[in-house]
Protein backbone atom coordinates (compact mmCIF):
# COMPACT_ATOMS: atom_id res chain seq x y z
CA UNK A 1 0.00 0.00 0.00
CA UNK A 2 2.70 2.24 1.17
CA UNK A 3 4.47 2.04 -2.70
CA UNK A 4 1.83 2.21 -3.88
CA UNK A 5 1.36 5.80 -2.15
CA UNK A 6 4.56 6.93 -3.16
CA UNK A 7 4.24 5.67 -7.47
CA UNK A 8 0.86 7.74 -7.24
CA UNK A 9 2.43 10.65 -6.31
CA UNK A 10 5.64 10.55 -8.33
CA UNK A 11 3.01 10.42 -11.34
CA UNK A 12 1.47 13.47 -10.21
CA UNK A 13 4.57 15.16 -9.85
CA UNK A 14 6.04 13.94 -12.79
CA UNK A 15 3.31 14.95 -14.87
CA UNK A 16 3.33 17.94 -16.94
CA UNK A 17 1.68 21.46 -16.48
CA UNK A 18 0.02 21.64 -19.14
CA UNK A 19 -1.77 18.56 -21.09
CA UNK A 20 0.23 17.77 -24.44
CA UNK A 21 -1.55 18.82 -27.59
CA UNK A 22 -1.26 17.70 -31.63
CA UNK A 23 -0.62 20.72 -34.27
CA UNK A 24 -0.89 19.50 -37.24
CA UNK A 25 0.37 22.77 -39.13
CA UNK A 26 1.38 24.45 -42.86
CA UNK A 27 3.89 27.01 -42.39
CA UNK A 28 1.58 29.68 -42.59
CA UNK A 29 -0.37 28.24 -39.79
CA UNK A 30 2.97 28.25 -37.89
CA UNK A 31 3.95 31.70 -38.21
CA UNK A 32 0.74 32.72 -36.91
CA UNK A 33 1.10 31.53 -33.89
CA UNK A 34 4.69 32.12 -33.75
CA UNK A 35 3.66 36.22 -33.88
CA UNK A 36 0.94 35.56 -30.99
CA UNK A 37 3.67 33.51 -28.75
CA UNK A 38 6.97 34.15 -29.73
CA UNK A 39 8.45 36.02 -26.10
CA UNK A 40 11.51 37.75 -28.52
CA UNK A 41 8.45 38.98 -30.45
CA UNK A 42 6.46 40.03 -27.17
CA UNK A 43 9.49 42.04 -25.68
CA UNK A 44 9.51 44.11 -29.17
CA UNK A 45 5.86 44.86 -28.53
CA UNK A 46 6.10 45.82 -25.07
CA UNK A 47 9.18 48.29 -26.54
CA UNK A 48 6.62 49.61 -29.14
CA UNK A 49 3.77 50.20 -26.55
CA UNK A 50 6.05 52.43 -24.52
CA UNK A 51 6.85 54.26 -27.42
CA UNK A 52 2.89 54.57 -28.50
CA UNK A 53 2.16 55.97 -25.21
CA UNK A 54 4.58 58.68 -25.31
CA UNK A 55 3.14 59.76 -28.27
CA UNK A 56 -0.60 59.43 -26.93
CA UNK A 57 0.79 61.32 -23.60
CA UNK A 58 2.70 64.17 -25.59
CA UNK A 59 0.22 66.84 -24.67
CA UNK A 60 0.56 66.55 -21.05
CA UNK A 61 3.43 68.32 -21.12
CA UNK A 62 0.72 71.73 -21.35
CA UNK A 63 -0.58 70.46 -18.10
CA UNK A 64 0.87 72.63 -15.05
CA UNK A 65 2.57 71.86 -12.22
CA UNK A 66 0.00 71.14 -9.19
CA UNK A 67 0.99 71.36 -5.38
CA UNK A 68 -0.48 71.28 -2.16
CA UNK A 69 0.92 71.38 1.47
CA UNK A 70 -0.30 71.92 5.12
CA UNK A 71 1.98 72.88 7.64
CA UNK A 72 1.64 73.56 11.62
CA UNK A 73 3.90 75.50 13.05
CA UNK A 74 5.07 77.42 16.29
CA UNK A 75 7.06 80.70 16.93
CA UNK A 76 8.78 81.69 20.53
CA UNK A 77 7.38 85.33 20.65
CA UNK A 78 4.25 86.46 19.27
CA UNK A 79 4.26 89.70 16.84
CA UNK A 80 2.78 91.94 20.02
CA UNK A 81 6.01 90.36 22.30
CA UNK A 82 8.03 91.55 19.37
CA UNK A 83 7.00 94.38 18.81
CA UNK A 84 7.22 95.62 22.71
CA UNK A 85 10.68 94.88 22.63
CA UNK A 86 11.41 96.18 19.33
CA UNK A 87 9.92 99.32 21.12
CA UNK A 88 11.37 98.89 24.63
CA UNK A 89 15.12 98.54 23.16
CA UNK A 90 14.66 101.88 21.24
CA UNK A 91 13.07 104.28 23.85
CA UNK A 92 15.03 105.81 25.98
CA UNK A 93 11.56 106.61 28.03
CA UNK A 94 8.96 104.53 29.41
CA UNK A 95 6.47 105.80 27.22
CA UNK A 96 6.63 104.37 24.57
CA UNK A 97 7.13 101.16 25.82
CA UNK A 98 4.03 101.84 27.76
CA UNK A 99 1.85 101.39 24.70
CA UNK A 100 2.83 97.64 23.90
CA UNK A 101 1.18 95.09 26.16
CA UNK A 102 3.28 93.23 28.28
CA UNK A 103 0.96 90.30 28.31
CA UNK A 104 3.06 86.95 25.92
CA UNK A 105 0.23 84.74 24.24
CA UNK A 106 1.81 81.67 22.84
CA UNK A 107 1.48 81.16 18.91
CA UNK A 108 0.65 78.58 17.43
CA UNK A 109 -0.27 78.57 13.37
CA UNK A 110 -1.54 76.66 11.03
CA UNK A 111 -1.35 77.04 7.19
CA UNK A 112 -2.38 75.47 4.03
CA UNK A 113 -0.76 76.35 0.75
CA UNK A 114 -1.61 75.49 -3.05
CA UNK A 115 0.47 76.53 -6.23
CA UNK A 116 0.64 76.12 -9.64
CA UNK A 117 3.20 76.58 -12.04
CA UNK A 118 2.55 76.99 -16.25
CA UNK A 119 5.37 76.91 -18.38
CA UNK A 120 5.62 76.91 -21.88
CA UNK A 121 8.65 76.78 -24.23
CA UNK A 122 8.69 76.55 -28.07
CA UNK A 123 10.59 73.06 -27.54
CA UNK A 124 7.12 71.44 -26.55
CA UNK A 125 6.15 71.38 -30.31
CA UNK A 126 9.42 70.26 -31.69
CA UNK A 127 9.01 67.33 -28.80
CA UNK A 128 5.66 66.62 -30.21
CA UNK A 129 7.01 65.85 -33.56
CA UNK A 130 10.70 64.08 -31.58
CA UNK A 131 7.76 61.66 -30.23
CA UNK A 132 6.26 60.59 -33.07
CA UNK A 133 9.10 60.31 -35.34
CA UNK A 134 10.17 58.00 -32.51
CA UNK A 135 7.21 56.19 -32.69
CA UNK A 136 7.27 55.93 -36.36
CA UNK A 137 10.84 54.27 -36.04
CA UNK A 138 9.81 52.18 -33.34
CA UNK A 139 6.64 50.62 -35.15
CA UNK A 140 9.78 49.80 -38.26
CA UNK A 141 11.21 48.10 -35.86
CA UNK A 142 8.23 45.98 -34.75
CA UNK A 143 7.04 44.98 -38.11
CA UNK A 144 10.44 43.92 -39.22
CA UNK A 145 10.84 41.76 -36.41
CA UNK A 146 7.60 40.17 -37.20
CA UNK A 147 8.73 39.48 -40.87
CA UNK A 148 11.83 38.40 -39.73
CA UNK A 149 9.87 36.00 -37.31
CA UNK A 150 7.91 34.71 -40.36
CA UNK A 151 10.67 33.94 -42.38
CA UNK A 152 12.48 32.73 -39.80
CA UNK A 153 9.69 30.20 -39.21
CA UNK A 154 8.64 29.16 -42.57
CA UNK A 155 12.53 28.45 -43.53
CA UNK A 156 13.12 26.11 -39.76
CA UNK A 157 9.66 24.38 -40.75
CA UNK A 158 11.14 23.85 -44.48
CA UNK A 159 14.30 22.61 -42.88
CA UNK A 160 12.81 20.35 -40.40
CA UNK A 161 11.02 18.55 -44.03
CA UNK A 162 14.48 17.97 -45.33
CA UNK A 163 15.75 17.10 -41.94
CA UNK A 164 12.30 14.45 -41.71
CA UNK A 165 12.58 13.04 -44.98
CA UNK A 166 16.26 12.24 -44.32
CA UNK A 167 15.48 9.98 -41.24
CA UNK A 168 12.61 8.59 -43.24
CA UNK A 169 15.08 7.47 -46.06
CA UNK A 170 17.64 5.95 -43.71
CA UNK A 171 14.99 4.13 -41.80
CA UNK A 172 14.02 2.57 -45.15
CA UNK A 173 17.75 1.69 -46.02
CA UNK A 174 17.70 0.24 -42.27
CA UNK A 175 14.76 -2.29 -43.20
CA UNK A 176 16.01 -3.16 -46.07
CA UNK A 177 19.27 -3.57 -45.07
CA UNK A 178 17.16 -5.88 -42.33
CA UNK A 179 15.35 -8.01 -44.90
CA UNK A 180 18.52 -8.98 -46.36
CA UNK A 181 20.23 -10.05 -43.54
CA UNK A 182 17.09 -11.99 -42.69
CA UNK A 183 17.06 -13.40 -46.36
CA UNK A 184 20.60 -14.48 -46.02
CA UNK A 185 20.27 -16.04 -42.56
CA UNK A 186 17.44 -17.88 -44.42
CA UNK A 187 20.00 -18.95 -47.17
CA UNK A 188 22.54 -19.95 -44.85
CA UNK A 189 20.76 -21.95 -42.69
CA UNK A 190 19.54 -23.82 -45.67
CA UNK A 191 22.98 -23.75 -46.80
CA UNK A 192 22.95 -21.98 -50.15
CA UNK A 193 25.45 -19.32 -48.90
CA UNK A 194 28.14 -19.52 -47.27
CA UNK A 195 28.54 -17.67 -43.71
CA UNK A 196 30.81 -14.74 -45.15
CA UNK A 197 27.44 -13.50 -47.03
CA UNK A 198 25.87 -13.64 -43.86
CA UNK A 199 28.45 -11.90 -41.96
CA UNK A 200 28.57 -9.34 -44.60
CA UNK A 201 24.78 -8.70 -44.84
CA UNK A 202 24.72 -7.81 -40.54
CA UNK A 203 27.78 -5.51 -41.29
CA UNK A 204 25.51 -3.41 -43.99
CA UNK A 205 22.59 -3.73 -41.39
CA UNK A 206 24.41 -2.27 -38.65
CA UNK A 207 26.34 0.60 -40.40
CA UNK A 208 23.02 2.02 -40.91
CA UNK A 209 22.11 1.90 -37.28
CA UNK A 210 24.09 4.49 -36.32
CA UNK A 211 23.36 6.69 -39.12
CA UNK A 212 19.58 6.63 -38.11
CA UNK A 213 19.90 7.75 -34.32
CA UNK A 214 22.85 10.64 -35.67
CA UNK A 215 19.82 12.26 -38.10
CA UNK A 216 16.84 11.25 -35.83
CA UNK A 217 19.03 13.47 -33.27
CA UNK A 218 19.50 15.95 -35.40
CA UNK A 219 15.36 16.28 -35.92
CA UNK A 220 14.66 15.79 -32.94
CA UNK A 221 16.92 18.79 -31.44
CA UNK A 222 15.89 21.43 -34.61
CA UNK A 223 12.26 20.09 -33.64
CA UNK A 224 12.23 20.88 -29.80
CA UNK A 225 13.89 24.32 -31.19
CA UNK A 226 11.30 24.56 -33.29
CA UNK A 227 8.48 24.20 -30.69
CA UNK A 228 10.30 26.62 -28.44
CA UNK A 229 10.32 29.65 -31.06
CA UNK A 230 6.18 29.04 -31.88
CA UNK A 231 5.92 29.27 -27.95
CA UNK A 232 4.40 25.55 -27.66
CA UNK A 233 5.34 23.29 -24.98
CA UNK A 234 8.00 21.06 -25.14
CA UNK A 235 5.87 18.03 -24.58
CA UNK A 236 3.30 19.34 -27.55
CA UNK A 237 3.35 17.33 -30.74
CA UNK A 238 3.59 18.79 -33.92
CA UNK A 239 2.78 17.39 -37.61
CA UNK A 240 4.45 18.63 -40.85
CA UNK A 241 2.81 18.88 -44.35
CA UNK A 242 5.36 17.37 -46.79
CA UNK A 243 3.26 18.36 -49.85
CA UNK A 244 4.03 22.65 -49.31
CA UNK A 245 7.71 21.71 -51.00
CA UNK A 246 5.61 20.72 -53.96
CA UNK A 247 3.37 24.13 -54.40
CA UNK A 248 6.94 26.14 -52.97
CA UNK A 249 7.19 27.38 -56.69
CA UNK A 250 3.64 26.96 -58.07
CA UNK A 251 3.14 30.10 -59.46
CA UNK A 252 6.82 29.98 -61.39
CA UNK A 253 6.52 34.15 -62.36
CA UNK A 254 8.94 35.95 -63.91
CA UNK A 255 11.35 37.14 -61.68
CA UNK A 256 13.02 40.64 -63.28
CA UNK A 257 16.17 41.66 -60.65
CA UNK A 258 16.58 45.29 -61.99
CA UNK A 259 12.48 45.78 -61.91
CA UNK A 260 12.38 44.47 -58.49
CA UNK A 261 15.35 46.77 -57.22
CA UNK A 262 13.83 49.62 -58.54
CA UNK A 263 10.13 49.16 -57.68
CA UNK A 264 10.15 47.50 -54.15
CA UNK A 265 13.48 48.62 -52.86
CA UNK A 266 12.72 51.53 -50.91
CA UNK A 267 9.98 49.36 -48.62
CA UNK A 268 12.60 47.34 -47.06
CA UNK A 269 12.25 47.84 -43.58
CA UNK A 270 16.64 48.35 -43.20
CA UNK A 271 16.32 51.38 -45.86
CA UNK A 272 13.00 52.29 -44.05
CA UNK A 273 14.48 51.97 -40.49
CA UNK A 274 17.13 54.26 -41.48
CA UNK A 275 15.15 56.94 -43.17
CA UNK A 276 13.24 57.18 -39.53
CA UNK A 277 16.20 57.27 -37.50
CA UNK A 278 17.22 60.29 -39.40
CA UNK A 279 14.24 62.05 -39.18
CA UNK A 280 14.53 61.26 -35.38
CA UNK A 281 18.05 63.15 -35.58
CA UNK A 282 16.92 65.70 -37.13
CA UNK A 283 13.77 66.30 -34.95
CA UNK A 284 16.35 65.91 -31.56
CA UNK A 285 18.50 68.61 -33.60
CA UNK A 286 15.41 70.73 -34.03
CA UNK A 287 14.32 70.62 -30.19
CA UNK A 288 17.40 70.92 -28.80
CA UNK A 289 18.22 74.32 -30.92
CA UNK A 290 14.60 75.47 -30.12
CA UNK A 291 14.84 74.43 -26.41
CA UNK A 292 17.80 76.41 -25.80
CA UNK A 293 17.00 79.93 -27.79
CA UNK A 294 13.07 80.12 -27.15
CA UNK A 295 11.70 82.09 -24.62
CA UNK A 296 10.02 80.64 -22.18
CA UNK A 297 6.38 81.54 -20.59
CA UNK A 298 5.93 81.07 -17.11
CA UNK A 299 2.52 81.63 -15.00
CA UNK A 300 2.53 81.02 -11.32
CA UNK A 301 -0.13 81.40 -8.86
CA UNK A 302 -0.36 80.66 -4.76
CA UNK A 303 -2.89 80.42 -1.81
CA UNK A 304 -2.10 81.00 1.22
CA UNK A 305 -4.87 80.93 4.34
CA UNK A 306 -3.27 80.83 8.33
CA UNK A 307 -4.97 80.70 11.15
CA UNK A 308 -3.51 81.01 14.55
CA UNK A 309 -4.02 78.46 17.42
CA UNK A 310 -3.45 79.03 21.13
CA UNK A 311 -1.99 76.72 24.12
CA UNK A 312 -4.47 76.31 26.97
CA UNK A 313 -2.51 78.32 28.95
CA UNK A 314 -4.24 81.51 27.36
CA UNK A 315 -7.24 82.03 30.17
CA UNK A 316 -8.82 84.57 28.34
CA UNK A 317 -10.63 83.76 25.24
CA UNK A 318 -11.53 87.09 24.07
CA UNK A 319 -8.52 88.38 24.17
CA UNK A 320 -6.94 85.75 21.45
CA UNK A 321 -10.03 86.90 19.31
CA UNK A 322 -8.26 88.49 16.87
CA UNK A 323 -5.78 85.47 16.63
CA UNK A 324 -8.10 83.16 15.80
CA UNK A 325 -9.11 84.40 12.48
CA UNK A 326 -8.26 83.23 8.97
CA UNK A 327 -5.70 85.32 7.54
CA UNK A 328 -5.55 84.52 3.66
CA UNK A 329 -2.86 85.32 1.44
CA UNK A 330 -1.70 84.91 -1.90
CA UNK A 331 0.73 85.30 -5.23
CA UNK A 332 0.22 85.66 -9.28
CA UNK A 333 2.97 86.28 -11.42
CA UNK A 334 3.78 85.63 -15.45
CA UNK A 335 7.25 85.82 -16.49
CA UNK A 336 8.65 86.06 -19.62
CA UNK A 337 12.45 85.15 -19.95
CA UNK A 338 14.66 84.89 -22.88
CA UNK A 339 17.94 83.32 -22.77
CA UNK A 340 20.94 85.31 -23.76
CA UNK A 341 23.83 83.07 -23.55
CA UNK A 342 22.79 80.84 -26.64
CA UNK A 343 23.27 83.82 -28.65
CA UNK A 344 27.09 83.40 -28.81
CA UNK A 345 28.65 80.90 -31.06
CA UNK A 346 30.44 78.06 -29.70
CA UNK A 347 28.73 77.68 -26.90
CA UNK A 348 27.47 74.11 -25.68
CA UNK A 349 23.84 74.26 -27.84
CA UNK A 350 25.89 74.82 -30.99
CA UNK A 351 27.92 72.15 -30.21
CA UNK A 352 25.32 69.28 -29.23
CA UNK A 353 23.55 70.39 -32.86
CA UNK A 354 27.01 69.83 -34.85
CA UNK A 355 27.10 66.44 -33.24
CA UNK A 356 23.63 66.06 -33.80
CA UNK A 357 24.55 66.71 -37.62
CA UNK A 358 27.57 64.95 -37.63
CA UNK A 359 25.12 62.17 -36.63
CA UNK A 360 22.71 62.94 -39.56
CA UNK A 361 25.68 63.08 -42.14
CA UNK A 362 26.74 59.69 -41.27
CA UNK A 363 23.41 58.31 -41.14
CA UNK A 364 22.95 59.67 -45.03
CA UNK A 365 26.24 57.56 -45.61
CA UNK A 366 24.63 54.27 -43.88
CA UNK A 367 21.57 55.08 -46.38
CA UNK A 368 23.36 55.02 -49.60
CA UNK A 369 25.56 52.24 -48.43
CA UNK A 370 22.09 50.11 -47.57
CA UNK A 371 20.47 51.32 -50.65
CA UNK A 372 23.36 49.78 -52.25
CA UNK A 373 23.45 46.19 -50.58
CA UNK A 374 20.45 45.87 -50.96
CA UNK A 375 20.18 46.45 -54.76
CA UNK A 376 22.84 43.69 -54.93
CA UNK A 377 20.91 41.46 -52.59
CA UNK A 378 17.90 41.30 -54.60
CA UNK A 379 20.15 40.74 -57.69
CA UNK A 380 21.63 38.10 -55.87
CA UNK A 381 18.73 36.40 -54.74
CA UNK A 382 16.89 36.38 -58.08
CA UNK A 383 19.92 34.60 -59.25
CA UNK A 384 19.47 31.95 -56.46
CA UNK A 385 16.29 31.18 -57.12
CA UNK A 386 16.98 30.98 -60.81
CA UNK A 387 19.54 28.47 -60.61
CA UNK A 388 17.46 26.42 -57.63
CA UNK A 389 14.88 26.01 -60.70
CA UNK A 390 17.24 24.84 -62.99
CA UNK A 391 18.78 22.35 -60.53
CA UNK A 392 15.41 21.26 -59.51
CA UNK A 393 15.02 19.94 -63.00
CA UNK A 394 18.48 18.27 -63.43
CA UNK A 395 17.59 16.46 -59.82
CA UNK A 396 13.80 15.10 -61.01
CA UNK A 397 15.44 13.80 -64.04
CA UNK A 398 18.44 12.28 -61.41
CA UNK A 399 15.81 10.53 -59.33
CA UNK A 400 13.61 9.14 -62.48
CA UNK A 401 17.04 8.14 -63.52
CA UNK A 402 17.98 6.08 -60.48
CA UNK A 403 14.61 4.96 -59.63
CA UNK A 404 15.25 2.81 -63.07
CA UNK A 405 18.79 1.45 -62.11
CA UNK A 406 17.38 0.54 -58.93
CA UNK A 407 14.87 -1.40 -60.17
CA UNK A 408 16.58 -3.69 -62.78
CA UNK A 409 19.43 -4.19 -59.94
CA UNK A 410 16.57 -5.37 -57.15
CA UNK A 411 15.32 -7.85 -60.03
CA UNK A 412 19.41 -8.86 -60.79
CA UNK A 413 19.68 -9.26 -57.30
CA UNK A 414 16.54 -11.51 -56.82
CA UNK A 415 17.68 -13.73 -59.72
CA UNK A 416 21.03 -13.71 -57.65
CA UNK A 417 23.27 -11.89 -61.27
CA UNK A 418 23.89 -8.99 -58.82
CA UNK A 419 26.18 -8.67 -55.68
CA UNK A 420 24.85 -7.63 -52.45
CA UNK A 421 27.42 -4.46 -52.61
CA UNK A 422 26.83 -3.48 -55.93
CA UNK A 423 22.93 -3.59 -55.13
CA UNK A 424 23.51 -1.44 -51.90
CA UNK A 425 25.32 0.87 -53.29
CA UNK A 426 22.66 1.68 -56.34
CA UNK A 427 19.96 1.72 -53.49
CA UNK A 428 22.30 4.51 -51.60
CA UNK A 429 22.65 6.23 -54.81
CA UNK A 430 18.74 6.39 -55.22
CA UNK A 431 18.82 7.35 -51.72
CA UNK A 432 20.95 9.71 -52.04
CA UNK A 433 19.32 11.28 -55.24
CA UNK A 434 15.90 11.42 -53.58
CA UNK A 435 17.33 13.41 -50.53
CA UNK A 436 18.85 15.68 -53.25
CA UNK A 437 15.58 16.60 -54.65
CA UNK A 438 14.14 17.18 -51.22
CA UNK A 439 17.54 19.45 -50.23
CA UNK A 440 16.83 21.34 -53.96
CA UNK A 441 12.98 21.79 -53.21
CA UNK A 442 13.99 23.28 -49.56
CA UNK A 443 16.89 25.42 -51.28
CA UNK A 444 14.18 26.85 -53.59
CA UNK A 445 11.68 27.23 -50.70
CA UNK A 446 13.84 29.38 -48.64
CA UNK A 447 15.54 30.97 -51.42
CA UNK A 448 11.64 32.55 -52.24
CA UNK A 449 11.22 33.46 -48.32
CA UNK A 450 14.42 35.39 -48.72
CA UNK A 451 13.40 36.96 -51.84
CA UNK A 452 9.93 38.10 -50.04
CA UNK A 453 11.61 39.34 -46.99
CA UNK A 454 14.28 41.78 -49.26
CA UNK A 455 11.56 43.28 -51.23
CA UNK A 456 8.90 43.42 -48.51
CA UNK A 457 6.05 41.93 -50.65
CA UNK A 458 4.74 38.21 -50.97
CA UNK A 459 5.18 36.49 -54.43
CA UNK A 460 1.37 36.76 -54.55
CA UNK A 461 1.15 40.85 -54.26
CA UNK A 462 4.37 40.36 -56.92
CA UNK A 463 2.31 38.58 -59.49
CA UNK A 464 -0.34 40.97 -59.19
CA UNK A 465 1.70 44.20 -59.35
CA UNK A 466 2.86 42.92 -62.62
CA UNK A 467 -0.24 41.88 -63.77
CA UNK A 468 -1.34 45.56 -62.95
CA UNK A 469 1.23 47.20 -64.66
CA UNK A 470 0.35 45.16 -67.91
CA UNK A 471 -3.03 46.10 -67.40
CA UNK A 472 -1.88 50.31 -67.75
Same mark, same amino acid.
Given at each position: MKKAFIFLISAVLSAPAFPAETYRLTPEEAVEIALKNNLDLKTSEIALRTKQRNKRQVYNQLMPSLSAGVALSRSNLNPGENMRKMFSSGSSSGGASSMIPSTVYPDWTASFQVNGTFALNGAFFTAVETVQNDYLAGLITYEDAKATLAKNIKQAYFDLIYLGENVSLIRESLEMAEK??????? !?????? +?? *???? @?? #???? $???????????????????????????? !?????? +?? *???? @?? #???? $???????????????????????????????????????????????????????????????????????????????????????????????????????????????????????????????????????????????????????????????????????????????VENQLNQARLNLVSGKVTLAKALMDLEYALNRSLSEIREDDIEEIEQ
Open positions: RYQQAQR !NYNSGL +VP *DVDL @LQ #AQVS $MENVRPQLLQAQNTYDTSLLQFKINLGL !NIEDTV +VL *DNSV @LD #AADA $MQIELDAANLSNQYLNDRYDIQSIRANIDLLQSNKKSAMVSAMSPTFSVSAGYLPRIGIFGSDVADADKNAQYKDWLDSGSFSISLSVPIDTLIPGTKTYTQAAEIQDSIDSMKVTLENAIRLADLEIRSLVMNIDNAREQLEVLQSSVTLAETVYQRYADGYRLGTVEILDFEN
